[in-house]
């Protein structure tokens, strides 16, 4: 068993071992037609439908998503318990991804602010509030490294780099697994859709897959995740709910993984259009050899396999394999002892407490020309402008489970009860995707009679996440004109961002004085925000996922290799664009403070180090201005020659550092040379002996420069 968040542990150590082997009988007890029900997984619509009742009877599923509440999880899982002839309990699936009723900020979001315990504890609480609800087991973390923002799942993992998604993932694991059982998807390389199209092919180099792809799934698998979604893409041809290399080779053989596989919705089914199986049958024989032990939603290993086990051409082993990792997942989960699970709900007003600090730390300030902000509260007039600006829908993003639009506190409700004192003018100006200028004429005058302008522009919750990809990544609608309409009363403006992606945002980083993204930041939005722009909070959010300055320009990320012509400005036959700098918008790493830190003195020790060794880089960063903020002092190495090209930079390590106005700090980060591996000519993870430059920076293209030895 791997290990397992604490409570869950608790559980599995009851469980064992006198339970244990009573699931070897239970499974000698069991008809073949009982064990493909195991391996069985249906979607429900709130509640389960009679006929989802009857195979629950006939021991014919091993379990059911949203089914939602325990006045609806109790009654199916006593028929599960009392009527079906072995009285298995049913493990009770949901997407519990940023939040069940207490909408957190979407993932993308928190990981920006490169706070893993407030990952944890957002999955905590939202893993507490599911499990009053009757449900046990939640598809999340959503682990998926992306670099293309056209793809709408960018939203719901932690962007782009592999270090920073390690720490979410394993920190979201821990927090769900404290009651419900976690999920990491999508195995793997979902996020390598070409053209950034969902569901797309990807063309993952072996080497790229576990560098960049896989590292965020051994990470959840060494917190001891419980189970593990394949993905819906293939990869090189070789999809991945039928690619025994990801899911056996890799993800058991080599990381050790004793958990359960299961497929992503008709993901099984799907192998006939990938055109890698011709019958049912055929597509559920290979993803069950191939390791994906439950099938969701294709209804396939219940339906098409018990003949194929008996002629053999399935092994019985192959099937008792699958079953009993489900059952014993259902033993740690405590499910037989407790099959209902009840479970006290948390407190309302410490959750709504965890929801905005996790808001406020993920709001990331890009841009504060003048020091616009943080707005004076004793401004006397400021306008509230945009579609997103009142709006309690999109904040809650693309995943909201339960949340409501009820709980959410829009930008303009959170000024209005920040500044009481203010004259607050409201104009909608236009929808998200509106075609009409309309409303331009009431949001121009309600700028002119401002002191300040704040416009909420953005997305939709529903414009990222699954299935919504974009071909263009600028505002929606007539939303720039509106912006450009507005900026022209010259009348100051913050420009307030809600996305769920990096957005292409050259004209307002041109034109606008100050821009805030905060995403989408679920129920306490109107607070945080507030906070942010009237400097209760000092900003410390940072990039997880590179801003492009143009579409062309994707997929763009920090962490490339170096080409044999790197850019020169003056050469014109350099790796670079002829209409475009290389650089990007706004870095990974990046994020601004109403306060400026400085970083000096940067040293590395020991010198020259071993593979078994730890360097220590320290470095004093000050607080040069007025405020009190928070720094995210962020590592990166770079090998300098290794026999496969090196990246430019990998984040290696991090630390958020409080400093009131004036003082400095000398802060320790530290590095383990075995992390410094990349993968090898011969196809193994390797560190080589030679020179590694080291990084401490604000962000991904800027810091001091150091180095070490790493000497055999
Ligand atoms: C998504 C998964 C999700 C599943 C169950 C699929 O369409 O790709 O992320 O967990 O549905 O709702």
Same mark, same amino acid.
């Given at each position: 068993?791997?290990?397992?968040?604490?409570?869950?542990?608790?559980?599995?150590?009851?469980?064992?071992?006198?339970?244990?082997?009573?699931?070897?009988?239970?499974?000698?007890?069991?008809?073949?037609?009982?064990?493909?029900?195991?391996?069985?997984?249906?979607?429900?619509?709130?509640?389960?439908?009679?006929?989802?009742?009857?195979?629950?009877?006939?021991?014919?599923?091993?379990?059911?998503?949203?089914?939602?509440?325990?006045?609806?999880?109790?009654?199916?899982?006593?028929?599960?318990?009392?009527?079906?002839?072995?009285?298995?309990?049913?493990?009770?699936?949901?997407?519990?991804?940023?939040?069940?009723?207490?909408?957190?900020?979407?993932?993308?979001?928190?990981?920006?602010?490169?706070?893993?315990?407030?990952?944890?504890?957002?999955?905590?609480?939202?893993?507490?509030?599911?499990?009053?609800?009757?449900?046990?087991?939640?598809?999340?973390?959503?682990?998926?490294?992306?670099?293309?923002?056209?793809?709408?799942?960018?939203?719901?993992?932690?962007?782009?780099?592999?270090?920073?998604?390690?720490?979410?993932?394993?920190?979201?694991?821990?927090?769900?697994?404290?009651?419900?059982?976690?999920?990491?998807?999508?195995?793997?390389?979902?996020?390598?859709?070409?053209?950034?199209?969902?569901?797309?092919?990807?063309?993952?180099?072996?080497?790229?897959?576990?560098?960049?792809?896989?590292?965020?799934?051994?990470? !959840?698998?060494? +917190?001891?995740?419980? =189970? /593990?979604?394949?993905?819906? %893409? &293939?990869? #090189?041809?070789? *999809?991945?709910?039928?690619?025994?290399?990801?899911?056996?080779?890799?993800?058991?053989?080599?990381?050790?993984?004793?958990?359960?596989?299961?497929?992503?919705?008709?993901?099984?089914?799907?192998?006939?259009?990938?055109?890698?199986?011709?019958?049912?049958?055929?597509?559920?024989?290979?993803?069950?050899?191939?390791?994906?032990?439950?099938?969701?939603?294709?209804?396939?290993?219940?339906?098409?396999?018990?003949?194929?086990?008996?002629?053999?051409?399935?092994?019985?082993?192959?099937?008792?394999?699958?079953?009993?990792?489900?059952?014993?997942?259902?033993?740690?989960?405590?499910?037989?002892?407790?099959?209902?699970?009840?479970?006290?709900?948390?407190?309302?007003?410490?959750?709504?407490?965890? !929801?905005?600090? +996790?808001?406020?730390? =993920? /709001?990331?300030?890009?841009? %504060? &020309?003048? #020091?616009?902000? *943080?707005?004076?509260?004793?401004?006397?007039?400021?306008?509230?402008?945009?579609?997103?600006?009142?709006?309690?829908?999109?904040?809650?993003?693309?995943?909201?489970?339960?949340?409501?639009?009820?709980?959410?506190?829009?930008?303009?409700?959170?000024?209005?009860?920040?500044?009481?004192?203010?004259?607050?003018?409201?104009?909608?100006?236009?929808?998200?995707?509106?075609?009409?200028?309309?409303?331009?004429?009431?949001?121009?005058?309600?700028?002119?009679?401002?002191?300040?302008?704040?416009?909420?522009?953005?997305?939709?919750?529903?414009?990222?996440?699954?299935?919504?990809?974009?071909?263009?990544?600028?505002?929606?609608?007539?939303?720039?004109?509106?912006?450009?309409?507005?900026?022209?009363?010259?009348?100051?403006?913050?420009?307030?961002?809600?996305?769920?992606?990096?957005?292409?945002?050259?004209?307002?980083?041109?034109?606008?004085?100050?821009?805030?993204?905060?995403?989408?930041?679920?129920?306490?939005?109107?607070?945080?925000?507030?906070?942010?722009?009237?400097?209760?909070?000092?900003?410390?959010?940072?990039?997880?996922?590179?801003?492009?300055?143009?579409?062309?320009?994707?997929?763009?990320?920090?962490?490339?290799?170096?080409?044999?012509?790197?850019?020169?400005?003056?050469?014109?036959?350099?790796?670079?664009?002829?209409?475009?700098?290389?650089?990007?918008?706004?870095?990974?790493?990046?994020?601004?403070?109403?306060?400026?830190?400085?970083?000096?003195?940067?040293?590395?020790?020991?010198?020259?180090?071993?593979?078994?060794?730890?360097?220590?880089?320290?470095?004093?960063?000050?607080?040069?201005?007025?405020?009190?903020?928070?720094?995210?002092?962020?590592?990166?190495?770079?090998?300098?020659?290794?026999?496969?090209?090196?990246?430019?930079?990998?984040?290696?390590?991090?630390?958020?550092?409080?400093?009131?106005?004036?003082?400095?700090?000398?802060?320790?980060?530290?590095?383990?040379?075995?992390?410094?591996?990349?993968?090898?000519?011969?196809?193994?993870?390797?560190?080589?002996?030679?020179?590694?430059?080291?990084?401490?920076?604000?962000?991904?293209?800027?810091?001091?420069?150091?180095?070490?030895?790493?000497?055999?």
């Amino acid at each position: 068993m791997s290990r397992l968040g604490h409570t869950l542990l608790l559980a599995a150590l009851l469980a064992s071992p006198a339970a244990a082997q009573n699931l070897d009988s239970l499974l000698a007890r069991m008809t073949l037609e009982e064990k493909l029900g195991q391996l069985n997984l249906l979607s429900a619509d709130g509640r389960a439908s009679p006929q989802q009742m009857q195979l629950v009877r006939a021991g014919k599923l091993g379990g059911l998503f949203n089914v939602i509440g325990a006045e609806n999880t109790t009654p199916v899982q006593r028929i599960a318990v009392t009527e079906s002839r072995l009285k298995i309990p049913l493990l009770f699936g949901l997407d519990v991804i940023h939040g069940f009723r207490t909408i957190f900020p979407i993932p993308l979001a928190e990981a920006g602010t490169f706070d893993p315990e407030v990952a944890e504890a957002t999955a905590r609480a939202a893993g507490v509030e599911a499990a009053v609800a009757g449900i046990n087991w939640t598809y999340a973390p959503m682990v998926d490294i992306a670099r293309d923002p056209r793809w709408g799942r960018i939203a719901e993992g932690s962007g782009e780099d592999p270090y920073l998604g390690s720490l979410m993932a394993a920190a979201r694991v821990r927090g769900f697994q404290q009651t419900i059982f976690a999920t990491a998807k999508h195995f793997a390389g979902y996020g390598a859709a070409e053209g950034g199209r969902d569901y797309n092919e990807t063309e993952i180099s072996a080497r790229t897959m576990r560098e960049i792809y896989l590292p965020p799934f051994k990470a !959840a698998v060494d +917190a001891g995740v419980a =189970s /593990i979604m394949s993905a819906f %893409n &293939d990869i #090189a041809g070789v *999809p991945a709910s039928g690619n025994a290399w990801l899911t056996d080779t890799v993800l058991r053989r080599e990381w050790g993984f004793t958990g359960f596989v299961v497929s992503d919705w008709t993901s099984v089914m799907e192998l006939l259009q990938h055109g890698v199986a011709g019958s049912q049958a055929e597509a559920g024989r290979r993803a069950l050899t191939a390791g994906v032990d439950m099938d969701m939603q294709s209804g396939i290993y219940t339906d098409a396999l018990a003949a194929l086990v008996r002629s053999n051409r399935i092994p019985m082993a192959v099937v008792d394999t699958a079953v009993m990792r489900v059952l014993r997942a259902k033993l740690y989960l405590g499910l037989f002892r407790d099959p209902y699970r009840s479970r006290t709900a948390p407190a309302g007003p410490e959750l709504r407490a965890l !929801a905005r600090r +996790a808001a406020r730390e =993920s /709001i990331v300030l890009l841009k %504060n &020309d003048r #020091a616009l902000l *943080p707005l004076d509260p004793k401004t006397a007039t400021i306008a509230v402008i945009g579609p997103l600006a009142d709006n309690k829908e999109e904040p809650l993003g693309p995943w909201h489970t339960q949340g409501q639009a009820q709980d959410v506190v829009t930008v303009l409700q959170g000024i209005r009860s920040r500044a009481s004192g203010v004259q607050v003018v409201y104009a909608q100006g236009a929808g998200v995707e509106d075609t009409s200028t309309a409303g331009f004429a009431a949001a121009v005058a309600a700028a002119k009679r401002a002191n300040v302008a704040v416009l909420v522009l953005g997305e939709r919750g529903d414009m990222s996440g699954e299935a919504a990809s974009r071909s263009s990544l600028g505002l929606p609608g007539v939303q720039q004109q509106l912006l450009e309409a507005v900026a022209a009363t010259g009348t100051p403006l913050v420009l307030v961002l809600m996305n769920g992606r990096p957005l292409i945002l050259e004209w307002a980083s041109d034109h606008v004085p100050a821009i805030v993204e905060t995403w989408f930041l679920g129920v306490e939005a109107g607070n945080a925000i507030a906070d942010v722009l009237f400097g209760d909070v000092n900003p410390s959010g940072r990039l997880p996922v590179t801003f492009p300055r143009v579409l062309g320009q994707v997929p763009l990320y920090y962490n490339h290799r170096n080409t044999g012509r790197p850019y020169e400005a003056n050469n014109k036959f350099t790796s670079k664009y002829v209409d475009v700098p290389n650089t990007p918008r706004y870095p990974f790493g990046f994020g601004l403070s109403y306060t400026t830190f400085a970083y000096s003195d940067l040293k590395v020790s020991p010198a020259r180090a071993r593979v078994s060794d730890t360097v220590t880089a320290t470095v004093t960063v000050a607080n040069t201005g007025k405020r009190e903020g928070t720094e995210v002092v962020q590592l990166y190495v770079r090998d300098e020659v290794a026999s496969v090209s090196p990246r430019v930079r990998e984040l290696k390590a991090f630390q958020r550092v409080t400093l009131k106005p004036g003082e400095s700090r000398a802060v320790s980060l530290r590095v383990a040379v075995r992390d410094l591996w990349f993968i090898g000519l011969d196809m193994k993870p390797v560190v080589e002996p030679g020179t590694f430059r080291v990084y401490v920076g604000p962000n991904s293209s800027e810091g001091l420069e150091a180095g070490f030895e790493c000497i055999p």
